[in-house]
């Protein structure tokens, strides 16, 4: 029995992006546009002052609370926590750590009313200290830098390696092997807005998600539903004949065994084949 992604589809697609910097406003535009979903890594702590003037030339322009509030529409778009302050988890202790997840994840759900359960690591540095408290903070997934040009069901969710990155040479390629894949699979992009800027390369982004964009084999999802709807996935208790299938999640989940697309309900116990 196979994972399939909501209404029987083959492929998920989620991206994540970092720091809360005025290019995601045209980046969030260009993914509405394509209908494209995403989650945008906030640090709570370190929204500009409102009425700030950057220098001329400043690439990384943070955003002010109100943007910030008006920008991410979380009926749409995921925020998740980036630390306070962006403190590198691993040069802080104990206490430290659980103040910048902590403190990030109570501002942004004060400013959002919405319960915020995933995160990013800033610089990408982790160690298994830092692991622990985002367990201990309630966090359900964390973001790692490590490519892994794979489209892999996530193993570890608190050492989540995503696809690429949206400047990895083999971006090309990885799409081409993404929509031509016959296993359900997840592609990850992930970046900084302001790269696009400071790169003078947003035809990178406009690209794929003009390729990637209005498919109907594709579940375009923030990274937090793509958690939940795999977890739901394999809490799927079987039958010991393996003939029957119980749903003991919140989710509908859709599974194909064969030739046999069905979609298994809350609480639900159906057979296969």
């Known amino acids: 029995m196979n994972i399939l992604f909501p209404e029987g589809r083959l492929l ?17 535009s260009i993914l509405n546009a394509h209908g494209i979903r995403a989650t945008f890594n906030l640090n709570s702590g370190l929204f500009s002052p409102e009425g700030t003037v950057f220098p001329e030339g400043q690439i990384h322009r943070r955003l002010t609370e109100s943007r910030v509030k008006k920008l991410y529409d979380t009926s749409v778009h995921e925020v998740a926590v980036h630390c306070l302050t962006h403190q590198s988890l691993p040069d802080l202790l104990a206490p430290g750590m659980i103040h910048e997840i902590m403190e990030d994840r109570l501002r942004l759900e004060k400013l959002f009313g919405v319960m915020v359960r995933g995160a990013a690591y800033p610089y990408g540095t982790f160690n298994d200290a830092a692991v622990e408290t985002l367990k201990l903070c309630g966090i359900q997934y964390c973001r790692t830098v490590i490519s892994s040009h794979r489209f892999h069901l996530p193993a570890d969710w608190l050492r989540l390696e995503p696809t690429c990155h949206h400047d990895d ?6 799409c081409t092997m993404f929509l031509s894949s016959y296993r359900p699979s997840l592609f990850y992009l992930w970046g900084h807005a302001y790269e696009f800027e400071e790169h003078n390369n947003w035809e990178k982004i406009e690209g794929f998600c003009e390729r990637m964009g209005g498919r109907e084999n594709i579940w375009y999802c923030t990274n937090i539903e793509a958690h939940d709807y795999i977890e739901a996935y394999r809490r799927l208790v079987l039958s010991a004949d393996g003939r029957k299938v119980f749903n003991p999640s919140s989710l509908p989940v859709w599974v194909q065994e064969e030739k046999q697309v069905l979609c298994v309900q809350p609480g639900e116990t159906v057979s296969l084949g």
């Open 12 to 28: 998920a697609l989620t991206l994540s992006y970092d720091d809360g910097v005025e290019q995601d406003e045209k980046l969030i």
């Open 169 to 174: 040479p083999h971006l090309d390629q990885l």
